[in-house]
């Protein structure tokens, strides 16, 4: 089945720090790949997406490129801010079963940034 | 706004009882969801429905009941058969399938 793998956290950095999350994916088909943000007692906010291989997705100063290759979707940001202390999830949407039949969540990274 | 409601934001449930979650949305969309989160578990998916009157199991559906007579109600009732109901629960909707998901702001369920 399909499956999305993401780093342990939590992972802490000082403001400005350069931030990378990996996050690599097990698929049958040809999914889309999302990242989502949590802030504490929310829901879940779409972050970017990307649709299709070496698609690039970016918000906010957030960045991920879709690497079918390394099956990998890692989200980057050159300088965080304390204002990105939250949770991220790495998710994807299989189409191979086609319908809607919801996402595949990774276990979310906890990232705290310090001043 | 268009958005996901779900009510209430804190629930508790007596040990026997059933209890029901809601969810509303007025974004127009056909698919909707319900996920449960548990520190360190991520989201899994509980149920779906594609379209009225139509819904299907998740990966984690035994406990849990659904219905979908109105396109933009989506109500989840935790029964008494599901001995860990404890958790946070999300509701989400989307267009069709391939498209991004819109959360709702959960409701966080516990055990008296």
């Known amino acids: 089945g399909d499956s999305v793998t993401q780093m342990e956290g939590p992972v802490t950095l000082s403001e400005e720090a350069f931030l990378t999350i990996n996050c690599t994916y097990t698929a049958t088909g040809y999914p889309s790949l999302f990242w989502y943000v949590q802030y504490p007692g929310e829901g879940l906010q779409l972050l970017l997406k990307?649709?299709?291989?070496?698609d690039k997705g970016s918000n906010k100063g957030f960045e991920a490129t879709y690497r079918k290759e390394t099956t990998s979707f890692h989200l980057e940001k050159g300088s965080v801010q304390v204002s990105d202390s939250a949770v991220y999830f790495c998710?994807?949407?299989?189409?191979?079963?086609?319908?809607?039949?919801?996402?595949?969540f990774g276990k979310g990274t906890h990232l705290i940034i310090q001043p | 706004d268009g958005g996901i409601t779900q009510s209430p934001k804190y629930l508790f449930r007596k040990e026997g009882q059933n209890v029901t979650l809601s969810c509303e949305q007025n974004?127009?969309?056909?698919?909707m969801y319900w996920y449960r989160q548990d520190p360190g578990q991520g989201l899994r998916l509980i149920y779906y429905?594609?379209?009225?009157?139509?819904?299907q199991k998740g990966d984690i559906a035994e406990g849990y009941s659904v219905s979908r007579e109105k396109k933009e109600s989506f109500p989840l009732t935790v029964t008494s058969a599901q001995k860990n109901p404890t958790a946070f629960y999300l509701c989400a909707s989307s267009i069709i399938s391939q498209q991004p998901q819109h959360f709702g702001d959960g409701t966080r369920l516990s055990i008296l």
């Open positions: 429905s594609q379209i009225v009157n139509d819904f």
């Open positions: 990307a649709t299709k291989a070496d």
């Open positions: 974004l127009n969309h056909d698919a």
């Open positions: 998710a994807l949407s299989d189409h191979s079963g086609g319908g809607a039949d919801g996402l595949t």
